[in-house]
């Protein structure tokens, strides 16, 4: 079974940095390429970031370009994201996906989400 | 960046009607076109990927048709389970999403 859980999310003041981590199981995580997208509280989806499967390459939303840096573990199933100059726009619940394989850019499979709080 | 845009933003239907929900692409997304479904306090579940395909597991019940830059989501003969949000995604340059349509009783 395809497993996704996030974590790390907490209540942290404006400036601040945090990781959050996002760990897999139950498919082969270096096949696949993953994206992390938040949701604000009450609001719609926005699309975060994109690792490829190797980590060779990587894309960020323009809004927290320069601030926001994705990586993974591929020896030990873990996609991360670390957060940097955090703002309360970036208060949100963050999603962990993985990238479909016959639609690669759609998500095939998400987790549950950790919650992200900037606040002073 | 390209924009997506949904319509409406909140669909009220009776169950076992159908439900059309549209959304359009500030430019050409070719067939890179993604429907999701989101129940509250659950994580989104990809229904439609390629505008047209279903994904694994989705019923009969959801299709998806395309026409140019304008996507639509048929949901026939709605279920009470089929009550939540519904957003659009393309991936054909980046990623974005539209901004949902809440589909009501």
């Known amino acids: 079974e395809v497993q996704l859980v996030e974590s790390g999310g907490v209540v942290v003041q404006p400036g601040g940095s945090l990781r959050l981590s996002c760990a897999v199981s139950?498919?082969?995580?270096?096949?696949?390429?993953m994206h992390w997208v938040r949701q604000p509280p009450g609001r719609g989806l926005e699309w975060v970031s994109l690792?490829?499967?190797?980590?060779?390459?990587?894309y960020s939303s323009d809004s927290v370009k320069g601030r926001f840096t994705v990586s993974r573990d591929n020896s030990r199933n873990f996609l991360y994201l670390q957060m940097s100059g955090l703002r309360g726009e970036d208060t949100a619940v963050y999603y962990c996906?993985?990238?479909?394989?016959?639609?690669?850019?759609?998500?095939?499979?998400w987790g549950r989400g950790t919650l992200v709080t900037v606040s002073s | 960046e390209i924009v997506m845009t949904q319509s409406p933003a909140t669909l009220s239907v009776s169950p076992g009607e159908w439900a059309t929900l549209s959304c359009r692409a500030s430019?050409?997304?070719?067939?890179?076109l993604a429907w999701y479904q989101q129940k509250p306090g659950q994580a989104p579940r990809l229904l439609i990927y390629?505008?047209?395909i279903r994904a694994t597991g989705v019923p009969a019940r959801f299709s998806g048709s395309a026409s140019g830059t304008e996507f639509t989501l048929t949901i026939s003969s709605l279920q009470s389970e089929d009550f939540a949000v519904y957003y659009c995604?393309?991936?054909?340059?980046?990623?974005?999403f539209g901004q949902g349509t809440k589909v009501e009783i």
């Open positions: 690792i490829s499967w190797d980590g060779g390459s990587t």
């Open positions: 390629g505008a047209f």
């Open positions: 139950g498919f082969t995580f270096h096949d696949y390429a």
């Open positions: 996906g993985r990238d479909s394989l016959p639609a690669p850019g759609a998500i095939d499979f």
């Open positions: 995604q393309q991936y054909h340059n980046f990623w974005t």
């Open positions: 430019e050409s997304v070719s067939s890179d």
